[in-house]
């Protein structure tokens, strides 16, 4: 099955754009982060906010299951289907005036966005929460070309001001403390001696600031959450009205989005609209949905002239077809990431590309090359929180799991660990000498003296964070089982 | 840095194309059926009561009015409430075709046509439909209804007559009879005014868009 999945066969290409390979330091980057004080407080403080209001929003519902059911349905039957939606979709859309582009790398959508700002001569860029982009770096392409570009989703304009890779794929900036954020403001801003105390300041000087951009921006680039194939249109999702806006007020609209987004019909998106929502931010549906259909008509008073969709393959393809197909059902809504135990703890930033956590785990292999991202399957537990909030039901354990013998496979996992591993493997293979092993083990065991030496002085750094359990056992289990059968027949 | 867009779509459509159908995933000459889907039931006599408690859960606020021509007064008095500057953007055309007689202004309010430039403190604007299941608003954009309206302003009025509620999602999308021939450039589903919690994860009301939202439901036909 794993052999189908050929790890990056577009070359490393996808790679150059995400800059140094920050996804190789998952270890060094996490203990950093352990030890981050503001860090941890801003994770302290998110934690257990998303998922209490997320089962809220699941027990409002009579069956939120169902609900699952439906939308899985939806992109299963999707994915069956693809190329047949994808041409529909293009074919509906360029009906609607709009026009379509085709990308198979990240280098390729930068290079369709800036040839379109050079033919329309656009100085400035608004730009409204778009993953698709952060998978091409896109802001360092326009900023490269000479053109000004500003995110205005706020979390995302935080991270702007920051120069940091969003670390949450709906609160990308879900690690900064308010102070931090007043910070930013204070150094970016012309701001005189307002006060800037409050969350309600902060959001109204981001308001403030960002205005003026909208309303002088030269073209707006937005993602979208679904294109709905038998009406052409991009489907957009937000809280704050910020992609509305940039979709609205320049004169072009550039939708970047990935070619699994498609579905069939706007009943299709309702399955998936009913469990988006809920399950990202405990909401039954966001503040703005928006179905945007084409450029404006002659007796339209607002919208844009031009109206774009870029469809981004990135590796999406090579995903089909193989057990990594099911990572194509994943809507991005957080919630894996908001229930993952190694997420909660070492924040996004540790995991080095723009998608952390459990389905960060998976995409970014797959996307940036397994041999440039081998710590990210193995920063997982394997508890199944991430499997069984998944409103898509993805098996993301199962796929880890697949990803770690895969990294197996092409002897991409330490040295350390195969040694370790093969003489696991050797020892259980021979039943008398595993027998032995465990007679001397359970010997150490239960002597205080010698497990604290081991414990201490060979498992270190293991050791250092976990306790060796006490072990009062009468024996191993063979050693038990024996005397039991034994006395059994007696 | 200059491409020729046109030859490079074409030979990346292609490409990209070529790796999905190798999955045997082929383009199929005729639409491939979609499974039936579920939709969730509501109880059709309660529509308004569920969708205005639904509405009121996103922070919107409501009042009933059973005729059109108590607009004016009710959104100078908003205007009080809010404590807001006195200029209103709307589209009249769209509320004249509610009711034959024009409107009765006062002359306290200071009205502009659309588009809405951000300077105009209210949008008075008109609900084609709105959804029971999550008490929501939907616009379409018009010429009566443009889009800048529900997203420039600083606090948000629609109109909407109570018989215009739909059960769920999906009667919302039948009862505006969308096609790919004629496609309102945008729709607009909107349930309660602009917010974030991006900073903290403190929900704050009037991120970019409107601070509040506010409802005149015109009772029955
Ligand atoms: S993998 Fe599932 S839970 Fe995680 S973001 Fe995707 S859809 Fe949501």
């Known amino acids: 099955m794993v052999e189908h999945y050929k790890s990056n066969p577009q070359g490393s290409a996808s790679n150059s754009t995400s800059g140094p390979h920050q996804t190789l330091f998952f270890k060094a980057q996490s203990s950093h982060a352990l030890l981050d004080n503001t860090l941890q407080e801003a994770l302290k403080k998110a934690k257990g906010g998303f998922i209490e209001k997320r089962s809220k929003a699941i027990a409002d519902v009579e069956n939120f299951e169902s609900y699952k059911q439906q939308a899985q349905l939806v992109k299963n039957h999707t994915l069956d289907h693809l190329a047949y939606y994808l041409t529909q979709f293009e074919d509906n859309l360029i009906k609607n005036g709009g026009q379509v582009h085709w990308a198979s790398t990240p280098e390729q959508l930068n290079n369709i966005i800036l040839h379109i700002c050079e033919r329309r001569d656009a100085k400035s860029v608004i730009k409204g929460k778009s993953m698709i982009s952060e998978e091409a770096n896109l802001n360092a392409a326009l900023e490269a070309a000479g053109i000004d570009v500003t995110e205005t989703d706020l979390g995302e304009y935080i991270i702007q001001l920051a120069k940091e890779p969003p670390s949450h794929i709906i609160v990308p900036a879900i690690h900064k403390t308010r102070q931090q954020v007043e910070a930013l403001f204070r150094n970016a801003h012309d701001l005189g001696d307002r006060e800037l105390d409050t969350i309600a300041a902060l959001v109204d000087e981001a308001r403030l600031q960002l205005r003026q951009k909208f309303l002088n921006a030269d073209i707006g680039i937005t993602g979208a959450n679904m294109l709905i194939a038998d009406t052409g249109s991009a489907m957009l999702v937000t809280n704050e009205g910020n992609g509305d806006l940039t979709a609205t007020l320049p004169k072009a609209h550039i939708v970047t989005a990935s070619i699994e987004k498609v579905v069939p019909d706007l009943e299709s998106a309702s399955a998936i609209l009913r469990v988006l929502a809920r399950s990202a931010t405990g909401q039954p549906i966001t503040s703005y949905t928006s179905l945007l259909s084409g450029p404006r008509g002659i007796e339209d008073l607002d919208g844009p002239e031009e109206f774009h969709v870029i469809l981004l393959d990135n590796q999406r393809s090579q995903m089909l077809g193989t057990p990594f197909e099911e990572m194509l059902k994943c809507i991005k809504c957080g919630a894996c990431l908001n229930h993952c135990p190694i997420y909660s703890a070492?924040?996004?930033?540790?995991?080095?590309?723009?998608?952390?956590?459990?389905?960060?785990?998976?995409?970014?292999?797959?996307?940036?090359?397994?041999?440039?991202?081998?710590?990210?399957?193995?920063?997982?537990?394997?508890?199944?929180?991430?499997?069984?909030?998944?409103?898509?039901?993805?098996?993301?354990?199962?796929?880890?799991?697949?990803?770690?013998?895969?990294?197996?496979?092409?002897?991409l996992t330490p040295r350390k660990t195969r040694i370790s591993l093969q003489s696991f493997m050797w020892t259980i293979q021979h039943p008398k000498i595993f027998y032995w092993l465990t007679q001397i083990t359970r010997k150490v065991l239960t002597n205080t003296t010698l497990s604290q030496f081991f414990a201490k002085?060979?498992?270190?750094?293991?050791?250092?964070?976990?306790?060796?359990?006490?072990?009062?056992?009468?024996?191993?289990?063979?050693?038990?089982?024996?005397?039991?059968s034994k006395q059994k027949k007696t | 840095m200059s491409i020729n867009l046109n030859r490079f779509n074409r030979v990346n459509r292609k490409k990209i194309f070529n790796r999905i159908e190798r999955t045997h995933k082929t383009a199929i000459p005729q639409a491939p059926k979609r499974p039936p889907l579920l939709h969730p039931q509501l109880d059709i006599s309660a529509l308004t009561d569920i969708f205005l408690s639904k509405f009121s859960a996103s922070s919107s606020t409501y009042q009933s009015i059973d005729c059109i021509s108590l607009v004016p007064q009710l959104v100078?008095?908003?205007?009080?409430?809010?404590?807001?500057?006195?200029?209103?953007?709307?589209?009249?055309?769209?509320?004249?075709?509610?009711?034959?007689s024009p409107?009765?202004?006062?002359?306290?309010?200071?009205?502009?046509?659309?588009?809405?430039?951000?300077?105009?403190?209210?949008?008075?604007?008109?609900?084609?439909?709105?959804?029971?299941?999550?008490?929501?608003?939907?616009?379409?954009?018009?010429?009566?209804?443009?889009?800048?309206?529900?997203?420039?302003?600083?606090?948000?009025i629609i109109i909407l007559r109570e018989q215009d509620i739909v059960p769920n999602i999906e009667s919302m999308w039948k009862q505006l009879s969308l096609s790919a021939e004629h496609m309102p450039r945008a729709v607009n589903i909107i349930t309660g005014p602009s917010r974030t919690a991006d900073i903290e994860q403190t929900i704050q009301l009037g991120a970019h868009g409107p601070r509040s939202l506010h409802l005149l439901l015109l009772a029955g036909d």
């Not at chain 2, 809405?116 to 008490?135: D, F, K, P, R, V």
């Open chain 1, 346 to 411: 070492v924040g996004g930033h540790a995991y080095g590309w723009v998608y952390p956590g459990p389905m960060g785990s998976v995409l970014t292999p797959l996307m940036t090359g397994l041999k440039q991202s081998s710590d990210l399957p193995n920063a997982s537990t394997f508890c199944g929180r991430c499997e069984e909030v998944c409103p898509m039901g993805i098996p993301l354990p199962e796929l880890l799991r697949q990803l770690r013998n895969k990294e197996h496979e092409e002897h």
């Open chain 1, 457 to 484: 002085y060979i498992f270190t750094s293991w050791y250092n964070s976990k306790e060796l359990p006490k072990n009062n056992s009468k024996g191993t289990f063979m050693e038990q089982y024996k005397k039991s």
């Open chain 2, 76 to 100: 100078l008095q908003y205007t009080e409430l809010h404590n807001t500057n006195k200029t209103l953007v709307t589209n009249l055309q769209s509320l004249l075709t509610l009711d034959k």
């Open chain 2, 103 to 156: 409107l009765d202004w006062p002359d306290a309010l200071t009205l502009s046509t659309p588009p809405a430039t951000g300077e105009q403190a209210l949008g008075l604007s008109y609900a084609t439909t709105a959804i029971a299941e999550t008490g929501s608003l939907v616009l379409c954009a018009s010429k009566q209804n443009p889009t800048t309206v529900n997203f420039l302003t600083d606090h948000h």
